[in-house]
Protein backbone atom coordinates (compact mmCIF):
# COMPACT_ATOMS: atom_id res chain seq x y z
CA UNK A 1 0.00 0.00 0.00
CA UNK A 2 1.29 3.55 -0.93
CA UNK A 3 0.77 6.75 0.84
CA UNK A 4 -1.86 7.47 -1.69
CA UNK A 5 -3.86 4.29 -1.24
CA UNK A 6 -3.46 4.46 2.73
CA UNK A 7 -5.13 8.20 2.33
CA UNK A 8 -7.57 7.11 0.02
CA UNK A 9 -8.97 4.36 2.11
CA UNK A 10 -8.98 5.65 5.51
CA UNK A 11 -10.11 9.03 4.28
CA UNK A 12 -13.25 8.92 7.20
CA UNK A 13 -13.13 8.65 10.87
CA UNK A 14 -15.19 5.90 10.33
CA UNK A 15 -12.93 4.05 7.86
CA UNK A 16 -10.48 4.34 10.64
CA UNK A 17 -12.46 3.19 13.58
CA UNK A 18 -13.60 0.24 12.04
CA UNK A 19 -10.05 -1.15 11.42
CA UNK A 20 -9.07 0.02 14.71
CA UNK A 21 -12.58 -2.40 15.96
CA UNK A 22 -11.51 -5.12 13.91
CA UNK A 23 -7.97 -5.59 15.33
CA UNK A 24 -8.87 -5.09 18.74
CA UNK A 25 -11.56 -8.32 18.30
CA UNK A 26 -8.87 -9.79 16.53
CA UNK A 27 -6.37 -9.41 19.94
CA UNK A 28 -8.47 -11.06 22.75
CA UNK A 29 -10.66 -8.66 23.41
CA UNK A 30 -13.00 -9.69 25.98
CA UNK A 31 -15.95 -7.82 27.58
CA UNK A 32 -15.30 -6.70 31.00
CA UNK A 33 -18.52 -7.72 32.52
CA UNK A 34 -19.86 -11.06 31.07
CA UNK A 35 -16.25 -12.15 29.29
CA UNK A 36 -18.21 -12.58 26.23
CA UNK A 37 -16.16 -12.11 23.35
CA UNK A 38 -18.32 -10.43 20.31
CA UNK A 39 -18.98 -6.86 19.70
CA UNK A 40 -20.64 -4.76 17.82
CA UNK A 41 -19.29 -0.89 17.30
CA UNK A 42 -22.05 2.00 18.42
CA UNK A 43 -22.11 5.33 17.98
CA UNK A 44 -23.55 7.55 21.28
CA UNK A 45 -24.33 11.29 21.61
CA UNK A 46 -21.71 12.55 24.14
CA UNK A 47 -24.66 14.87 25.38
CA UNK A 48 -28.25 15.29 23.99
CA UNK A 49 -27.91 18.44 22.53
CA UNK A 50 -23.98 17.98 21.20
CA UNK A 51 -23.18 17.23 17.95
CA UNK A 52 -19.89 15.02 18.84
CA UNK A 53 -20.50 11.14 19.07
CA UNK A 54 -18.44 8.77 20.80
CA UNK A 55 -17.86 5.79 19.29
CA UNK A 56 -18.27 2.69 21.99
CA UNK A 57 -17.87 -1.21 22.11
CA UNK A 58 -20.77 -2.78 22.85
CA UNK A 59 -20.54 -6.06 24.17
CA UNK A 60 -23.28 -8.47 22.14
CA UNK A 61 -24.54 -10.22 25.14
CA UNK A 62 -24.89 -7.83 28.11
CA UNK A 63 -25.12 -4.79 26.04
CA UNK A 64 -21.84 -3.04 28.12
CA UNK A 65 -20.23 -0.75 26.75
CA UNK A 66 -16.54 0.87 26.64
CA UNK A 67 -14.76 3.37 24.36
CA UNK A 68 -13.23 1.87 21.08
CA UNK A 69 -10.08 4.17 21.75
CA UNK A 70 -9.79 3.24 25.99
CA UNK A 71 -6.19 0.99 26.29
CA UNK A 72 -4.87 2.42 23.10
CA UNK A 73 -2.02 4.88 22.49
CA UNK A 74 -5.45 7.00 20.53
CA UNK A 75 -6.88 7.10 24.36
CA UNK A 76 -7.46 10.87 24.97
CA UNK A 77 -6.24 12.23 21.86
CA UNK A 78 -8.18 14.96 20.04
CA UNK A 79 -6.22 13.94 17.03
CA UNK A 80 -8.36 12.32 13.94
CA UNK A 81 -7.49 8.53 13.95
CA UNK A 82 -6.81 9.31 9.98
CA UNK A 83 -4.13 11.86 11.11
CA UNK A 84 -2.28 9.11 13.44
CA UNK A 85 -2.59 6.49 10.77
CA UNK A 86 -0.79 8.71 7.59
CA UNK A 87 1.49 9.58 10.65
CA UNK A 88 2.33 5.87 11.70
CA UNK A 89 2.77 5.48 7.89
CA UNK A 90 5.21 7.99 7.49
CA UNK A 91 7.14 6.95 10.13
CA UNK A 92 7.23 2.96 9.15
CA UNK A 93 8.25 3.38 5.56
CA UNK A 94 10.51 6.41 5.89
CA UNK A 95 14.00 5.51 6.61
CA UNK A 96 15.39 9.33 7.56
CA UNK A 97 14.06 9.87 11.59
CA UNK A 98 10.60 11.95 11.48
CA UNK A 99 10.59 15.31 11.98
CA UNK A 100 8.19 16.86 13.79
CA UNK A 101 8.16 20.37 11.44
CA UNK A 102 7.44 18.35 8.54
CA UNK A 103 4.75 16.16 10.08
CA UNK A 104 3.19 19.19 11.46
CA UNK A 105 2.73 20.52 7.80
CA UNK A 106 1.45 17.36 6.06
CA UNK A 107 -0.93 16.67 9.28
CA UNK A 108 -2.06 20.01 9.82
CA UNK A 109 -1.43 19.95 13.52
CA UNK A 110 0.74 21.98 16.06
CA UNK A 111 4.41 20.76 16.34
CA UNK A 112 3.84 19.76 19.93
CA UNK A 113 0.99 17.44 18.87
CA UNK A 114 3.12 15.81 15.51
CA UNK A 115 6.09 15.44 18.14
CA UNK A 116 3.57 13.37 20.62
CA UNK A 117 2.39 11.96 17.70
CA UNK A 118 5.92 10.31 16.90
CA UNK A 119 6.74 9.78 20.07
CA UNK A 120 3.65 7.49 20.92
CA UNK A 121 3.81 5.81 17.56
CA UNK A 122 7.49 4.61 17.76
CA UNK A 123 7.12 3.72 21.25
CA UNK A 124 4.00 1.51 20.11
CA UNK A 125 5.74 0.67 16.81
CA UNK A 126 8.53 -1.45 19.18
CA UNK A 127 5.42 -3.45 20.99
CA UNK A 128 5.18 -6.99 19.75
CA UNK A 129 1.43 -6.51 19.56
CA UNK A 130 1.62 -3.31 17.59
CA UNK A 131 -1.46 -1.93 16.47
CA UNK A 132 1.07 -0.69 13.22
CA UNK A 133 2.14 -3.94 11.70
CA UNK A 134 -0.07 -4.16 9.11
CA UNK A 135 1.07 -0.08 8.00
CA UNK A 136 4.81 -0.93 7.31
ZN1 LIG B 1 -20.73 -8.53 28.17
Given at each position: ??????????????ACEEHLFQFRC????R??????????????????KSTSQKTLIECKSC????SLKS???FQASKVPLRKWFIAAYLIANDKRKPDAEVMA???EVSKPTAQLLIN????????PTSFWKWIS
Open positions: MDLAQLIRRYSSESDNGLCRRCDDDSFVLVHSKTHSHYQTGTIQFLKTEREMAE
